[in-house]
């Protein structure tokens, strides 16, 4: 009697490492094995580049394993839907893991925050709430495949033409924030932002440990000193409860709410709740019914190590906000300065995107990342379901991998669908549009500079986290891929250092490939996952 691999070793854990870990609604399609606990690594020195000499071992971090989306035959479900998402932790969180010379454990990788770590330059609509771009080119790992790159753009906003804001701070200021100057990160984080702020805006700053208090009353931007005074005197203090501090921020938002403005509750932590309420059902009440009444969350995570990746992640998505990881200044410059604008004017509510492939082109599908984020097809006309949120000038890319029919002629080969609120909420609008077959490169080559960064961006997210659909793609083959970018790219620092991580991940990875006892790669049937005894 054969069983499908799919069912006999199944995925989808969720990693417990300490005790303030939450449950969260299931939303994974499970189609990959993985082990709970990956081996913690020593580096090899293979590399020219300079490679970490020792390990360090990343203690006690709460991750979910959200499994690999499957294979699907269109003529079975031609539609995939899926909530937009523009988070990036998982890229910084895993890089690092690989700046303390270890493999990321691969519940930590997350294949559409990869991608959406990286600006791809997609030109902003003009009179449009969404720009849409798509190119489809030969995979250089998945024989008989082309790799999809679709990207959405939402509008732009000037910087002088943000709404005014109200911003509480609610810091972490436990002990465990005192280790790796978690807590001196965040003040150096929060300066960057103060000092985009202008007289628009006012500051409100609120921290925990053992409770919570108010450091500053809503403040006006204008008084920088008096706010970065502020900022500069925080210290650790006590145990965590993330839930009295997070009351106590969203009832300044509301006094001091601008009606019309951006509310926005920006919560910097390393997510350990070891005080007060520590499981989800107190703490998502009280983040998602602030929500509809226009406060928003976004959430910062801070430290590697005692780190909370479920909490942080699932308290932006529930606060209608987005998550980031800050391991390093730059990264904090990223999302405060670079991307301020985007980061709290939201332009997009419950934005949900679907792919309804056309049956006579295409013969099978893949969506890579997005577990997470999937949607039932009959959800997505639905608008008391819940989506992501797209702030000014963001972008949200998905990778698919597609099987095309041979000598298939039709004009196009999917149909693209966006539904989203305004702002202020109301019903949804539909956005359509038909994705043409002229956009398919008969070569990888032809294919534009940025959609092949996003090749590897997604490979090496697949090559991290173990995908059986990724067996075939070598770290040589992603380095060789970056190698063909253009210089105006590839010299980008981002790519650079994207470059670097995988000269890393490369000598660390003496994984052996789990599946080949079953499924010899020299054999691998590229369409289904294999059968076991």
């Not at 939450?22 to 580096?43: C, F, G, M, N």
């Not at 998602?288 to 995570?301: H, M, P």
């Not at 990342?369 to 890319?397: I, M, P, Q, S």
Request: overall charge neutral.
């Amino acid at each position: 009697m054969t069983k499908p691999l799919t069912r006999t070793l199944l995925a989808g854990t969720l990693v417990i490492v300490n005790a303030c870990a939450l449950k969260s609604p299931e939303h994974a399609r499970v189609q990959d094995y993985r082990p709970s606990q990956p081996p913690i690594l020593t580096p090899t020195t293979e590399e020219p580049e300079p490679q970490p000499h020792t390990a360090t071992r990343v203690p006690a971090m709460v991750l979910k394993d959200y499994g690999v989306n499957p294979t699907i035959e269109t003529t079975a479900e031609p539609v995939s839907t899926f909530a937009a998402d523009v988070d990036t932790g998982s890229y910084t969180l895993v890089r690092g893991y690989l700046e303390r010379g270890t493999l990321p454990d691969e519940a930590a990788v997350r294949v559409e925050e990869f991608v959406n770590a990286f600006d791809y330059g997609y030109q902003a609509p003009k009179d449009q709430a969404f720009a849409v771009q798509v190119e489809a080119f030969p995979s250089p790992s998945r024989k008989g495949y082309h790799v999809l790159h679709l990207g959405v753009k939402a509008r732009e906003v000037a910087k002088a033409d943000r709404k005014p804001s109200h911003l509480i701070f609610t810091i972490d200021v436990s002990g465990s924030m005192a280790s790796e100057n978690r807590l001196g990160l965040v003040k150096q984080s929060l300066e960057l932002l103060v000092n985009e702020l202008d007289a628009r805006d006012k500051v409100s700053l609120v921290v925990y440990g053992d409770t919570a208090h108010t450091v500053l009353s809503p403040t006006p931007a204008t008084q920088r000193e008096r706010i970065l005074e502020g900022i500069a005197a925080l210290k650790p203090e006590g145990s965590t409860n993330v839930q009295a501090g997070l009351s106590l921020a969203y009832d300044l938002a509301m006094k001091g709410f601008v009606p019309g403005g951006i509310n926005r509750v920006i919560l910097c932590s390393d997510g350990v709740a070891n005080n007060g309420v520590t499981d989800a059902g107190g703490i998502w009440q009280t983040v998602k019914g602030r929500a509809s009444e226009g406060v928003t969350l976004s959430a910062i995570g801070f430290g590697m190590g005692n780190y909370n990746d479920v909490l942080m992640e699932r308290l932006a998505d529930m606060g209608d906000g987005h998550y980031a990881y800050v391991d390093k200044l730059d990264a904090a410059r990223r999302v405060f300065v670079e991307n301020l604008t985007g980061t709290l004017q939201v332009v997009a509510k419950d934005v949900k995107l679907q792919v309804e492939f056309n049956p006579a082109v295409v013969e099978r599908y893949r969506l890579l990342g997005f577990e997470n984020r999937l949607l039932d097809k009959r959800d997505f006309a639905n608008d008391k379901v819940d989506a992501g949120e797209l702030g000014a000038g963001h972008a949200v890319t998905a990778i698919y991998e597609v099987k095309l029919k041979a000598k298939a002629d039709a004009p196009s080969f999917a149909l693209f669908r966006a539904r989203f609120k305004a702002p202020v909420g109301g019903a949804s609008q539909l956005v359509e549009h038909a994705l043409p077959t002229s956009v398919i490169r008969a070569e990888r080559r032809a294919a534009t500079p940025p959609a092949r960064l996003s090749l590897v961006v997604s490979g090496f997210a697949e090559k991290l986290r173990g995908s059986y659909w990724a067996r075939a793609l070598t770290w040589d083959t992603l380095l060789a891929e970056l190698a063909e970018l253009p210089p105006s790219l590839a010299q980008r620092p981002d790519v650079v250092e994207l470059a670097r991580l995988i000269r890393t991940a490369k000598a660390l990875d003496h994984r052996p490939d789990r599946f080949e006892a079953k499924a010899p790669l020299a054999t691998m049937d590229f369409d289904r996952l294999p059968v076991i005894e």
